[in-house]
């Protein structure tokens, strides 16, 4: 019973995004440049680091982002009343150009009132195989191990 309502009340998730996704980045210095979203949110990225991070970390950031942000969304919608969330999110490069991501390692951690195994696992599922677009951005041939750590309840 539980699964049927948590669907009933995914049928319209992620119904109003907009189809068509813009930004700019726009060159400041050196390696440093200035990305702002179509809303206006603004970020540094730095090819040598040393003031805003490197697009394969926003890459990485951004998948963790949007597993996270379903994930905490499902949990919600199954009334796990979370006090602690936290995603951490590791990636192995290639070592020659194109240096794409060839596996990740994803860890969830969670803790809150009504937090099970069984609710836990759904909404990463969730997540993973059907919800998080950056993760179905990526390339197919992608190893991801994912894996989630339930603490304990406040």
């Not at 440049?33 to 540094?44: L, M, N, S």
């Not at 969830?108 to 951005?137: D, F, I, N, P, W």
Request: net charge negative.
């Amino acid at each position: 019973m539980e699964e049927k309502r948590l669907l009933s009340t995914l049928k319209d998730y992620k119904k109003a995004i907009n189809p068509v996704t813009r930004g700019t980045v726009t060159w400041k210095e050196g390696l440093l440049f200035e990305a702002r979203t179509q809303v206006g949110y603004e970020f540094e990225m730095d090819g040598h680091v040393q003031w805003g991070c490197a697009p394969v970390e926003s890459l990485l950031l951004s998948l963790a982002g949007c597993m996270g942000i379903d994930t905490v969304s499902f949990l919600q919608k199954m009334r796990v009343d979370l006090s602690h969330f936290k995603v951490e999110i590791a990636g192995e490069r290639r070592p020659d150009p194109p240096q794409h991501y060839t596996s990740l390692e994803i860890t969830l951690h969670a803790a809150g009132v009504g937090l099970t195994e069984q609710k836990m696992a759904r909404a990463v599922a969730l997540s993973h195989e059907k919800y998080c677009s950056v993760y179905h951005s990526l390339r197919d041939d992608l190893e991801v191990k994912m894996a989630y750590v339930i603490l304990g309840a406040d």
